[in-house]
């Protein structure tokens, strides 16, 4: 028997950031540098301090240095851009797939998933599937 529940959310743009930079997911040897850049009419923007999370912006992205899916010794030779709807969308296959079990990060807030869940998270988006661990 299957029960199927859908229970739609905005999920605001902080909490995206938050995910990607409080849980301790880029703790992991498979990713490198994250810069999280503004797109603003054409033109980016770096941003530097964390402490501008509370203002992040749907149009952001993160250029993600990582471990290339052929070559795992530690060179970062991989790099992408990922946007924050990019994030919310591996999210939610995460979710669905079976990967997020905090309920808190369902319903209030991404950035209340521990750093293996986020790090689920982070491949769907990056890679499009789970390549480590």
Sequence with gaps: MTMTIKIPREVEPKEVAY??????????PWWGRVDWLHIEDGEIFPI????????AEEEDVLDIRHDARDDAEGDMTGKMLVSFPDIVKAFSRALRDGHIYERDAITEDLGLLDAEQADIVLQYAVFGEIIYG
């Design 19 to 28: 995910m990607v930079f409080g849980t301790g997911a880029l703790g992991y």
């Design 48 to 55: 530097e301090e964390r402490d501008q999370l509370d203002i």
